[in-house]
């Protein structure tokens, strides 16, 4: 005979193993979330693309890269700052482990970056924006839902409203989508 108490402790256990994840483990589009020395990068595997919501320490630019061998190197790298209340942001490759180019300017590249916004305030920029999973060009990393990435952050110094200035802070992390 089935044990009552037995099904209903294990009943209770599922339940608290459900409801103590952060993550609503039904929900397909719920938001995954990282911190790394103060950068904070929230995304969300949604049909075909990735939104992204990246915060960093910095009232300059900030950035994230997807998918590089090492820090910059060969990312995917997303990076944007506010100016007034306009989000700027570009779709860069990173070409060595330190520097970064637009994709425009390389050849066959192109902008992949859609649903820009973002707001700066305490110190710290925020960015959001969407890209494909995979573009199909060159300079993108093709990303898969479920698999793990290194990530990259980076950060300019604060008021660099740019694209270009050299960094401040740069630190890496890996995800799964
Ligand atoms: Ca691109
Ligand atoms: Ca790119």
Redesign the pocket.
């Known amino acids: 005979m089935l044990n009552l108490k037995y099904v209903l402790f294990t009943f209770l256990v599922i339940l608290i193993l459900i409801t103590g994840c952060n993550e609503n483990p039904f929900d397909p589009n719920s938001w995954n979330t990282t911190s790394k020395d103060d950068f904070n990068l929230k995304w969300r595997v949604s049909g075909s693309n990735l939104e992204v919501e990246l915060k960093g320490p910095s009232t300059g630019w900030v950035a994230v890269g997807f998918g590089g061998s090492y820090l910059m190197h060969d990312a995917?790298?997303?990076i944007g700052y506010l100016s007034g209340s306009s989000a700027n942001i570009r779709?860069?490759?990173g070409i060595t482990s330190n520097t970064h180019e637009s994709?425009s300017n390389l050849q066959g590249?192109q902008q992949?970056v859609s649903d820009k916004s973002g707001s700066e305030s305490s110190g710290k920029t925020e960015i959001r924006f969407t890209i494909p999973l995979d573009?199909g060009?060159l300079?993108?990393?093709a990303l898969t839902d479920g698999q793990s990435y290194n990530i990259v952050f980076i950060c300019g110094e604060d008021g660099a409203d740019n694209f270009t200035s050299d960094y401040r802070t740069i630190t890496n992390t890996s995800i799964t989508l």
């Open positions: 995917n790298i997303i779709d860069d490759f994709d590249g992949n573009s060009d300079w993108d990393v």
